[in-house]
């Protein structure tokens, strides 16, 4: 079973990276954009059959590590 | 006195460190691998700058796993004096130490120069031989500083005089001008609520002889030395 997780700067928090990037995209002829923000991507492998606990598990390490709850949140979704 | 320097995979100002509190403060130091798991007798520690391991997923994210960082938290929170710099102060704020997190500077640039910073606090073991107020000239060299904080930690932070170092102008005033990284407040340096845990981005270490630019760095070694001989600070 797979999980993806999603973490990206909290609203709240300045995201330069995708400042920088939108900002590009503008000069590239894109004037629609209004904003970007930058985040990561993780893909799980897990050893699971039950798409609950899978879900409860990546949570669990999105928690303790591969987000950091001061700055980032995150969405897991358990592919099925 | 003994000073231990953590060296993780990675590091690269673990010599810097290493030198300075040996040949330049004149005390013992030993470089202590991170898979270690004592501090070897340490009375102060450092965790040094650089890239522990590569910087992967966050700055200091995977660096807080490393087995000797148990032994770095037992010992702080024992009272005693311990110094992140730079990478160390972002391994400080993953594993709990000290409170917030850093994100990249406003400017997206990696940045390499000498800054005034102001000390704020002279009751910490890393600045109790500094004068109040007294700025130092001191290098930074980072892509990720720009400190940040939810608004009520700040204001915490504030409240209990947890703000060490502050980037200033020469003459010691705050302002949007003469901070390199969009840090809120201006911090460039903190300590947790017990005041034995200090982190700061710049380089002390790499400040401690004139023929570096600047020996304006030595006094926060010289500080621990003379904190642990006057007995202010209580570990086991």
């Given at each position: 079973?797979?999980?993806?997780?999603?973490?990206?700067?909290?609203?709240?928090?300045?995201?330069?990276?995708?400042?920088?990037?939108?900002e590009?995209?503008?000069?590239?002829g894109?004037?629609?954009?209004?904003?970007?923000?930058?985040?990561?991507?993780?893909?799980?492998?897990?050893?699971?059959?039950?798409?609950?606990?899978?879900?409860?598990?990546?949570?669990?390490?999105?928690?303790?590590?591969?987000?950091?709850?001061?700055?980032?949140?995150?969405r897991v979704?358990?592919?099925? | 006195?003994k000073?231990?320097?953590?060296?993780?995979?990675?590091?690269?100002?673990d010599?810097?460190?290493?030198?300075?509190?040996?040949?330049?403060?004149?005390?013992?130091?030993?470089?202590?691998?991170?898979?270690?798991?004592?501090?070897?007798?340490?009375?102060?520690?450092?965790?040094?700058?650089?890239?522990?391991?590569?910087?992967?997923?966050?700055?200091?994210?995977?660096?807080?796993?490393?087995?000797?960082?148990?032994?770095?938290?037992?010992?702080?929170?024992?009272?005693?004096?311990?110094l992140?710099?730079?990478n160390?102060?972002?391994?400080?704020?993953?594993?709990?130490?000290?409170?917030?997190?850093m994100?990249?500077?406003?400017r997206?640039?990696?940045?390499?120069?000498?800054?005034?910073?102001?000390?704020?606090?002279?009751?910490?073991?890393?600045?109790?031989?500094?004068?109040?107020?007294?700025?130092?000239?001191?290098?930074?060299?980072?892509?990720?500083?720009?400190?940040?904080?939810?608004?009520d930690?700040?204001?915490?932070?504030?409240?209990?005089?947890?703000?060490?170092f502050?980037?200033?102008?020469?003459?010691?005033?705050?302002?949007?001008?003469?901070?390199?990284?969009?840090s809120?407040n201006?911090?460039?340096?903190?300590?947790?609520?017990?005041r034995n845990?200090?982190?700061?981005?710049?380089?002390?270490?790499?400040?401690?002889?004139?023929?570096l630019?600047?020996?304006?760095?030595?006094?926060v070694?010289?500080?621990?030395?003379?904190?642990?001989?006057?007995?202010?600070?209580?570990h086991?």
């Amino acid at each position: 079973m797979k999980a993806r997780v999603y973490v990206t700067l909290k609203p709240s928090v300045f995201d330069p990276q995708g400042h920088v990037v939108a900002e590009a995209l503008v000069t590239l002829g894109y004037a629609d954009v209004k904003d970007v923000r930058q985040g990561k991507f993780f893909e799980v492998e897990l050893d699971h059959a039950d798409p609950a606990t899978a879900k409860a598990r990546v949570t669990e390490m999105a928690d303790k590590l591969l987000a950091n709850p001061v700055i980032e949140s995150y969405r897991v979704e358990v592919l099925q | 006195m003994k000073f231990s320097v953590v060296v993780f995979p990675g590091s690269n100002s673990d010599y810097d460190a290493f030198y300075a509190a040996s040949r330049v403060v004149g005390e013992q130091a030993e470089l202590v691998w991170h898979k270690d798991t004592d501090l070897k007798g340490a009375d102060a520690v450092i965790l040094p700058g650089g890239f522990a391991h590569g910087d992967y997923l966050r700055t200091g994210a995977i660096a807080r796993f490393s087995p000797i960082m148990a032994a770095v938290k037992s010992f702080a929170d024992r009272g005693g004096p311990v110094l992140g710099i730079c990478n160390g102060f972002q391994v400080l704020l993953e594993a709990g130490l000290l409170p917030g997190a850093m994100v990249r500077n406003d400017r997206i640039k990696f940045v390499s120069k000498i800054v005034p910073v102001r000390v704020e606090q002279t009751d910490t073991p890393f600045t109790a031989a500094c004068a109040s107020k007294q700025v130092l000239h001191l290098p930074i060299a980072h892509g990720e500083g720009n400190y940040y904080a939810p608004p009520d930690q700040l204001a915490a932070l504030e409240e209990h005089r947890q703000v060490i170092f502050r980037y200033t102008d020469p003459a010691g005033e705050v302002g949007a001008d003469w901070n390199p990284n969009g840090s809120l407040n201006g911090i460039a340096g903190i300590c947790n609520r017990q005041r034995n845990v200090v982190g700061l981005m710049p380089h002390p270490e790499r400040a401690s002889e004139a023929v570096l630019g600047s020996a304006d760095g030595r006094v926060v070694l010289a500080s621990v030395v003379q904190a642990l001989a006057e007995g202010a600070l209580r570990h086991a």
